[in-house]
């Protein structure tokens, strides 16, 4: 039997369909991304920036929940390293030093 939050709601599911979604959106974007130079089509500026950032942001919230969800019950340090990691993420994809 799963463990739920307290209320009774197992977000399990939930966790499973954002991860999907954001699985999905970020594979469109970097076909997307990968494929416009081939076909010779060179974007640059404002457009690729917006594609390149939701494009890390849809896998910040698929690989997010699922390591929210892994750290659940785990000892503190696993938690304090997956802070860590999503701070450095996030800082990394805001400043584009990906």
């Known amino acids: 039997m799963r463990r739920t939050n307290g209320s009774g709601y197992d977000w399990y599911p939930v966790i499973r369909a954002c991860s999907y979604i954001a699985l999905i959106i970020a594979g469109i974007l970097i ?3 990968n ?3 081939i076909i ?3 974007i640059h500026g404002k457009i690729l ?3 390149e950032l939701a494009k890390n942001i849809t896998l910040l919230v698929g690989i997010g929940f699922g390591a929210y ?3 659940r019950g785990k000892k503190i340090w696993v938690a304090v390293l ?3 990691a999503l701070v450095l993420y996030i800082a990394s994809v805001i400043l584009g030093m990906f």
Request: charged residues 5%; without cysteine.
């Open 31 to 33: 076909f997307i991304l």
């Open 35 to 37: 494929l416009l130079p």
């Open 40 to 42: 010779g089509i060179e």
């Open 49 to 51: 920036g917006a594609l």
């Open 69 to 71: 969800a892994f750290t």
């Open 82 to 84: 997956f802070w860590i």
